[in-house]
């Protein structure tokens, strides 16, 4: 009995040491691949934003390189958390991996299959069943936010206007309940980069996005817990988030006021240029020969006098 015992015992441990070394290797190997995994996404997130699109970036000392930071921004295409993560923690994340932000993500639209399923896990993504009260994706939700960084779009889903909608109750009770840095942000040209119903990014667009100053809420944490207190904390990130949008929105009129205004300036400039010559034309045309003639020897005298002295 004892030797089949010392038997089972050794049998065990041949057993179980290589599988705990096969699953730590698996899950060193899992670790580097999505480092990788990253570091490619920020790169290409270059070529696109910076290159192959102009991207006009306000604001972006605003955030902070810390965990449990929240940024709230609108929703206009389903892209909108590449240009914010890129563009709020990049080249930082490239020593500090942490700092790639958390998101949560359509389940229909970034899980489907094995491998779609693998790289929105390596893009940090939280599956949400869209047009549900997903109390399972907001208890991963705090999890995530507290140890690291998150992108949160408090519209829910992507606006169809171009305006900013009204905030989800749920933003609210998350941001209560992890106390988190929340940064307002605004994007404003990504509808033209991927309308809804397009699957094909576009390129040569103008794109904006401003980071605002982190929000006071202070003076909410002090309240019950409720949801009348959730709908006034996600009312008041909403209101953050439209002044920056706006902001944006001028900044972008008067641009583009400004491109049809200069071409009619310059040709008014001319013209009148062109009239002021006519005019001077016409003048010297009225005046005697004799006059111009004075003129010029008075002229020359003045330069011999001057070259004397």
Not at 141 to 151: D, H, R, S, Y
Not at 213 to 235: A, M, Q
Not at 242 to 267: G, M, V, W
Request: aromatic share 10%; glycine share 6%; charged share 25%.
């Amino acid at each position: 009995m004892d030797r089949i015992n010392e038997m089972d015992k050794k049998y065990l441990v041949a057993s179980t040491v290589p599988r705990s070394f096969h699953m730590k290797l698996l899950y060193l190997l899992d670790r580097i691949v999505g480092y990788f995994w990253v570091n490619v996404t920020a790169f290409v997130s270059l070529l696109f934003f910076q290159v192959l699109n102009r991207t006009e970036v306000i604001g972006r000392d605003n955030v902070p390189k810390d965990r449990n930071v929240l940024l709230c921004s609108n929703h206009q295409s389903m892209i909108d958390s590449f240009l914010v993560g890129f563009l709020a923690f990049f080249p930082a994340v490239l020593l500090r991996p942490n700092l790639m932000p958390y998101h949560p993500a359509a389940l229909e639209n970034f899980f489907k299959g094995k491998f779609m399923s693998w790289m929105s896990a390596k893009w940090r993504c939280i599956p949400v069943r869209r047009g549900e009260r997903d109390m399972l994706a907001l208890s991963q939700m705090i999890k995530a936010l507290k140890n690291g960084t998150m992108i949160l779009f408090p519209e829910g889903t992507r606006s169809r206007t171009g305006q900013v909608g009204a905030g989800r109750v749920g933003v609210g009770k998350l941001i209560y309940d992890t106390r988190a840095m929340v940064i307002p942000v605004a994007i404003y040209g990504m509808d033209r980069v991927l309308p809804i119903g397009c699957y094909v990014p576009r390129i040569f667009q103008k794109i904006r996005i401003i980071f605002g100053k982190p929000i006071d809420l202070e003076e909410y944490y002090s309240l019950e817990i409720g949801k009348t207190t959730s709908r006034l904390i996600v009312d008041k990130v909403i209101g953050e988030i439209s002044d920056l949008h706006n902001h944006l929105k001028t900044r972008a009129y008067l641009e583009q006021a400004r491109k049809i205004s200069e071409p009619r300036l310059r040709q008014r400039e001319l013209i009148s240029l062109k009239s002021m010559s006519d005019q001077l034309d016409d003048v010297l045309a009225t005046l005697p020969e004799q006059s111009l003639s004075d003129q010029t020897q008075l002229s020359d005298q003045y330069i011999r006098d001057e070259q004397i002295h």
